[in-house]
């Protein structure tokens, strides 16, 4: 029997969804549903239809997961643990600094439904995060480094396109060179946020739109913009169609550490993405999570649970033999 899944929001992740479902045979879409008037709404996959958002309670009973594929500026802080109470869910909800109390939200509307909610899915947080778990776990004696980019952060386009006057945005981070050299030297540098990462905003303004405030809110921006280095530019829609179409991203996880009764042998652990595709590549690894958390919940957990929290044979369509034959 394939896992039921359903979509709410069908933006970039949302198409992602619907392109990582068609490529994991144990899933099919039930339902994509959607703020927008659905007649408008075109999905790819045959057999499923668009609903009004609206309508989703009425599919309590025929999906198993439900993913959320809304921003984690406003969205999924309502959202996740709403629809928790009625669905086993699925986010991929970024904000670093707000995780714990997200977290709290969440689990208490998961565990008041009887339902399991896997938050936090994608590749930082998510993928970098466990690889910064097992570096340690190797390495207690050592330090931790994560550059994001060169890439598009939809997170942060997302902030950026909420603020009044903005028609469209696309932010890109940007690792600084010399900062990531000096990581992978070994010399266990001290950076500051500010020393690792520049912020590049390109900007299409609605007309009449006040440049200068839309320059100042995003600058000033906390948990987005305002430990950062960050450039502005207003172009044109037209310029934004034609030079930043694409949703690139990557970045590079780094543990440097000691070994030895002096500590006299220095290691270096780097975990690295290259992503044509951000919303993509996230779909990805929600897909999976969407898989643990079915067979989470089908073994009567509750409540909310991080990637920390997931089995790694939850995540693989394998039976046991077929992963200690081909992955072990």
Known sequence: MSIRIGIMGYGNLGRGIECAVKNNPDMEIVAVFSRRNPDTVKILTEGAKVYSADEILNFKDEIDVLILCGGSATDLPAQTPEYAKYFTVVDSFDTHAKIPEHFAA?????????????????????????????????????KDYTFWGKGVSQGHSDAIRRIDGVADAKQYTIPVEAALEAVRSGSNPELSVRDKHLRECFVVAEEGADKARIESEIK??????????????????????????????????????????????????????????????????IAACARAAYRMKSEGAKGCKTMFDIPPAYLVAMSGEEMRAHLL
């Open 106 to 142: 969440v689990d208490a509307a998961a565990k008041e439904g009887g339902n399991v909610a896997v938050i936090s899915c994608g590749w930082d947080p998510g993928m970098f995060s466990l690889n910064r778990l097992y570096s340690n776990a190797i390495l207690p004696n050592g």
């Open 220 to 285: 000033n921006m906390p948990n987005y913009f305002a430990d950062y280095d960050t450039t502005v530019h207003f172009i044109t829609k037209e310029e934004l169609c034609r030079d930043h179409a694409g949703i690139p991203h990557g970045g590079f996880v780094i543990r440097t550490g000691k070994s030895g009764w002096n500590n006299e042998n220095s290691h270096v652990i780097e975990y690295s993405l290259k992503l044509d595709s951000n919303p993509e590549f996230t779909a990805g690894v």
